[in-house]
């Protein structure tokens, strides 16, 4: 679903706009490298649904809701396509491309590779991409092995100080990841020192998971587990999953 033109690629934009995550780190850089875009900025879909970022038609926007106007969209959500049909606009007509695919970073893959030669370094980052954003794991020993994007993603995880904070370290990893190997960019010490930071928070998520989960009655099989955190004033940082840590019994988890 799209319409575009073999000259999308050597139009001159502006900045990128991407999702906040791992999947938004590797579309940016995608686009980076293709279009020769040096300013990232990076935002929720509660930001674009809000219009809290002023985006025009000279502007990238990567795995986030179509906003009022860009120059190039790309995404893979469900949920945007179905809010696109609501505005009646066709994802047919809007630059760029719409697929139903395991991550946006496919999608902006794809859309490169018949466009022009791609590093082939992009290959790896983007079927990480794919796992880690389609949850595609078979087995709780894969999604616990650290693979280069997994490390990648970790460092996301960890408390940022401030929103200033945690932008320069996404702007620095999809700089990497345009350039280099994602297991050269996993080795790098800003990358270490923010997995080491994780490792350590993972120790307290999980005392508070076992101080905090428990199965209902009817769940006589054990299957999903509920993390109730109403007795904290202030809510912590939970990745809610590590709970299958706990409890490899369980199918889900519910928070």
């Not at 082939?120 to 616990?144: K, M």
């Not at 200033?164 to 010490?189: C, G, K, W, Y």
């Amino acid at each position: 679903m799209e319409r575009a033109s073999l000259t999308d690629s050597t139009r001159s934009y502006e900045k990128i706009v991407t999702h906040n995550d791992f999947d938004g780190i590797v579309s940016a850089a995608l686009c980076a490298r293709a279009l020769g875009v040096g300013k990232i900025l990076f935002a929720g879909p509660l930001t674009i649904l809000r219009s809290q970022i002023t985006i025009t038609e000279k502007d990238v926007v990567c795995d986030l809701p179509y906003p009022l106007q860009c120059g190039l969209w790309f995404d893979h959500h469900e949920g945007n396509r179905q809010e696109l049909e609501y505005r009646k606009i066709d994802p047919a007509s809007i630059p760029g491309r719409f697929d139903l695919k395991l991550s946006c970073s496919r999608v902006v893959f794809d859309y490169f590779s018949e466009r022009m030669e791609l590093p082939p370094h992009f290959t790896q980052a983007v079927d990480e991409a794919d796992i880690i954003d389609g949850f595609t794991y078979s087995s709780l020993e894969e999604w616990r092995r650290e693979t280069p994007g997994k490390m990648i993603d970790l460092t996301l995880k960890v408390h940022f100080s401030s929103a200033e904070e945690q932008a320069s370290h996404m702007r620095n990893v999809v700089r990497e990841l345009r350039d280099r190997p994602i297991e050269e960019v996993s080795q790098l010490d800003f990358v270490q020192r923010r997995l080491k930071q994780y490792r350590e928070e993972e120790g307290r998520m999980l005392k508070v998971i076992r101080d905090s989960s428990y199965f209902i009655e009817q769940d006589e099989k054990r299957e999903i587990v509920v993390i109730d955190l109403t007795s904290y004033q202030r809510r912590p940082l939970l990745i809610k999953n590590l709970a299958l840590l706990i409890y490899p019994e369980a199918l889900s988890v519910l928070e």
